[in-house]
């Protein structure tokens, strides 16, 4: 099959947004997209191999290669970045000192590394070094999320290590390959060990509620991945299959009860006539329930679409700052805007978009904001993507911050994230019995009087 034909089916089945109008969390679905779809594209190549492998020790084609990738990164942080003085970082200084760690680095881990920490020196939720895919794919079977200022396990998969190894929804995980998770890293630590080097096994120090913390190494499943694909075959769409259906937990979800509907949005990677369908069933209840706890963000466009569907007037929703003269961005009113009574649900995994739909309802006084403080990770990025190499050919990236956004309070999310109205977190009690405390305010904020354990089955905690 040509190769541009093939990139075109890649992108249409993928519906991957515009990355000039998109607001991303680095760390979510949205960047592992671009890798997936950047390798796929790059597999389908007829004279394609796998990145550079880590054998333990440099060869010079290898540190040359790593080298080349560092180079890449910092051009197109000077060119493409939001802020010129990089705040106040001296960003030659902080290139230089990642060529040196090149330099030294004894494995290809190290050489990524390297340039990760380059990167990392801005401070920056929306900029990351995005390596070459690995010739593997690394499944976890459980999941943990911040939850004010601890981090818990919410979802252990059944039949994995982690279910073997008796780790258990409500658990709290007190360190984290040997690193206490807080709000400050958090980022980082999981970008490394889910994107930059993911490994087979995690160690954690793990405390069940009422227990004492103990050690354990909880395996991951590791599965070969395909290094090229027959697309005269079915091949590639077993995997476009497969991967779709592990995409599914991002769709979102519409449940009515008692008058009052939840929408339970994941991503804002959907079609906006979707959303906006979604949305008119709640028209005339009494209440909607937009639920965007574990929302990573996406397209800026559907926010804004978003917005039209809840506001019958325009709404300015803040002001981009960059390298470019400040626009102000604004969201018209719908002519049939719900106008109901709103309830917003987020947490510590609420970015970009859903942080910034968020804040606007609150700074319009639509309605209350409900849960966790949100990630603080609100900038506009750009993906920059690179390949190179004769006869064998290599691809990766780099995410770039092009604009932050003022909101009409003067004030920028980033790093700070939305304080919601009513602080309500679960329990590691409430946790393990599968509660959800914040839906069931929600719907007693809109007149519904439903227990925490009731919520708890509309929507079941599953893996992010």
Sequence with gaps: ?????????????????????????????????????????????????????????????????????????????????????????????????AQQAIANAGSVHEGYDAIADMLAKLNDSHTIFVPPEQPFTVEQGWDMQLIGDKCFVTYVKHGSDAEAQGL????????????????????????????????????????????????????????????????????????????????EKYDSHVVTTQDVVVFRMRSFNLKEEAVAGQIHKAEKSKALILDLRGNGGGSEDLMLSMLSEVFDRTITVGETIGRSKPKTITAKGGSHAYSGKLIVLVDSDSASASEVFARVVQLEKRGPVIGDQTAGAVRRAIMKDFVHGQGQQYAYGAEITVTDLKMTDGKSLEKVGVTPDEILLPTAQQLAAGEDPQLARAFELAGVKLSPKQVGTLFPRSEK
């Design 168 to 247: 258990k929804p409500g658990d709290e995980i007190t360190e984290l390959e040997n690193v206490r998770p807080t709000r400050t890293n958090w980022d980082d630590l999981t970008y490394r060990i889910k994107m930059l080097t993911p490994r087979s096994s995690l160690h954690l120090v793990v405390s069940s509620p009422g227990g004492t913390p103990g050690l354990k190494t909880i395996a991951s499943v590791v599965k070969k991945r395909a290094g090229s694909f027959d697309l005269t075959g079915n091949q590639l769409w077993i995997y476009i299959h497969q991967y779709d259906s592990d995409m």
């Design 1 to 97: 099959m040509d190769c541009a034909l093939a990139a075109k089916i890649l992108f249409s089945s993928f519906q991957l947004p515009p990355s000039t109008n998109s607001y991303w969390r680095g760390l979510r679905h949205t960047t592992f997209l671009c890798v997936v779809v950047l390798t796929l594209m790059f597999a389908a190549l007829p004279a394609t191999a796998s990145p550079p492998a880590d054998k333990g020790q440099l060869s010079s084609l290898d540190r040359a290669t790593i080298e080349l990738m560092a180079k890449d990164a910092s051009e197109a942080v000077k060119k493409n970045y939001f802020d010129p003085t990089f705040g106040g970082l001296d960003f030659n200084a902080a290139y230089a000192s």
